[in-house]
């Protein structure tokens, strides 16, 4: 018996229509051995910012050498490319969009390659539906151990969105709100690695908002409806009101560009 490895999907198909089954169908037809986990197929359609985030918070939690397929691709046939990312950790295919930066980047990128080599797709490949005919087969052949150089070319440009970008002003860090979680934290795209270790308090200027806050390691460490800062439980900087909405608070949105500097 072959070693069993492991696939993981992330998608914005939703569970209604046959799409996902497909996907999983042609990895299994390639490798009966595959282990298939669903990381969710309920991303909003067509939003690569929410399925990039959720990839990177649920990667860092699978076994080495895992496969890590997405698909939220509104350009799925145009001349975006068709890729994948081998980092020190894991292997991530999917569309050149910026949906597979974010995880692939904390895990430490180590070659890209463009998907061309039809060998290894699907004989009849449809033009809009990539997701089974392109990256699921190429999943399953990594995961069976064909070498990711085998697929095709290596490149050294991989989309990297707004959302995926931090820039350096003077003493400041700039980013953007990546995500509003359902307690009103805004999480933004400025992972723990950026923050430097010895920083207590930081200040924050968020819309027309100038905040000084401490660098906590836990909600309740605040009083309530005080606010603060911490690094989150997915490693990027949050900024949070102990059992309230900063959101809401700061009229934060998701997109929206955030200043963080020593204080």
């Known amino acids: ?50 399925g990039a985030f959720t990839l990177a918070s649920a990667a860092p939690y699978f076994p080495k050498g895992t496969v890590h397929l997405a698909v939220v691709d509104p350009g799925v046939g145009t001349k975006r490319r068709a890729i994948i990312i081998q980092t020190k950790q ?18 430490e990128i180590t070659h890209t390659y463009q998907l061309t080599n039809r060998k290894f797709m699907l004989p009849e490949t449809s033009s809009t539906f990539h997701g089974r005919d392109v990256f699921a087969p190429a999943a399953a052949y990594i995961e069976k151990g064909i070498k990711p150089e ?32 359902s307690f009103g934290n805004i999480i933004t795209n400025i992972n723990k690695s950026a923050i430097t270790k010895n920083s207590e308090v930081i200040n924050v200027k968020i819309l027309n908002c100038q905040l000084k806050l401490r660098l906590k390691k836990t909600y309740g460490e605040t009083k ?40």
């Not at 070693?3 to 990895?27: H, R």
């Not at 969009?97 to 980047?105: D, K, R, S, T, V």
């Not at 990297?160 to 400041?172: G, Y």
């Not at 490693?235 to 204080?263: C, D, H, W």
């Open 1 to 50: 018996m072959e070693a069993k490895e492991t696939i993981t999907l992330t998608s914005d198909f939703g569970l209604k229509d046959p799409y996902a089954a497909e996907m999983k169908g042609v990895i299994l037809t390639i490798n009966p051995y595959a282990v298939i986990v669903d990381i969710t197929h309920d991303i909003e359609k067509f939003n690569i910012q929410m």
């Open 90 to 107: 894991a292997y991530f295919v999917g569309p050149d969009n910026g949906l597979l930066i974010l995880a692939a980047e904390n895990q």
């Open 150 to 181: 085998k697929l095709g070319p290596e490149i050294f440009d991989p989309v990297k969105p707004e959302f995926a970008q931090i820039k350096h002003e003077n003493d400041s860090i700039i980013g953007r709100v990546l995500d509003v979680d």
């Open 224 to 263: 309530p409806n005080e606010p603060l800062a911490l690094i989150g439980s997915h490693g990027f900087l949050e900024i949070a009101l102990n059992r309230g909405s900063a959101a809401k608070k700061y009229q934060a949105t998701v997109g929206m560009e955030i200043a963080v500097s020593p204080a």
